[in-house]
């Protein structure tokens, strides 16, 4: 290729541990927030939001929640993008 190839999107899941995993409500119905999505933004930020399943069962909507201003929780994030980042590194092609 001639030029950079453009990326429009780079995008991580993490699995919250048990020990950091918090509850919210989202049209009255309470979620079990256990996995973060963590997108790296063109000006390299990182934008992270929950996600999770109803508490009360079932599959529910795919709802996406704020992510708590919590050290513990800005520590996983930046430990997973540096994990993300040394796998990507190690990549082995395609197959």
């Not at 963590?38 to 079932?58: E, N, S």
């Amino acid at each position: 290729m001639s030029s950079e190839p453009e990326v429009s999107a780079l995008a991580i899941n993490v699995t919250i541990p048990q020990a950091l995993r918090w509850t919210d409500t989202r049209r009255g119905e309470e979620f079990r927030l256990t996995t973060l999505n963590v997108r790296l933004l063109p000006d390299g930020r990182l934008a992270v939001k929950a996600y999770g399943r109803p508490v009360g069962g079932g599959r529910g909507a795919y709802v996406s929640f704020p992510v708590p201003d919590r050290p513990e929780l800005a520590a996983l994030v930046s430990d997973a993008a540096v994990r993300a980042g040394v796998l990507w590194a190690a990549h082995r092609g395609p197959g």
